[in-house]
């Protein structure tokens, strides 16, 4: 009995020290972003405005982070209705059927400072495919105003859209078939 209490003892204290902490987005100080061509000769940019992500680590440096990201698809803003409203139609994200979009990361890979790979799998609509994207962790503060500890975060990466069937009536001449995404994020504990 004295044996197990010791074992039990030994796998608790273990495992206190390799509790993940867990981080969410600071919804004011977050963005979700992408860019495609417009002919050829242009950038478009928008906005997922609605997306929450959470980071889970027990590391200081998160080498060892796992990244859950849920956005709304009805969310999506270009800064032009009209648009917005096409990308919603069942032509590009179908809004009304596939609500979320949704990442869920499946390693991290050192790449330098600061500097990771992050892998992990992608679903647009109804289709999930698994992507790498550029993570660079910009270190921890203490925020001024909470007095928590403020996590930052830069995203980069480029898939194609005609993977999750995004579009697929309008040619890459048209619109690129790469769409650049760019998201940056504060995260408190």
Known sequence: MKKAAIILSVFFLATAFTVANVWTNDKAHSQLAFTVKHLGVSEVSGTFNDFDVQVQSTKPDFSDAVFTLKAKTASIDTRVEMRDNHLKSPDFFDAAKYAEITFKSTGIKKAGKNKYKLTGNLTL???????????????????????????????????????FNLGSGFPAPMISDEVTIKADGEFAQ
């Open 125 to 163: 609509k109804d289709v999930t495919k698994p992507v790498t994207l550029d993570l660079v962790y910009n270190g921890i503060v203490e925020n001024p105003m909470s007095k928590k500890p403020t996590a930052g975060f830069q995203v980069t990466g480029t898939i194609k859209r005609s993977d």
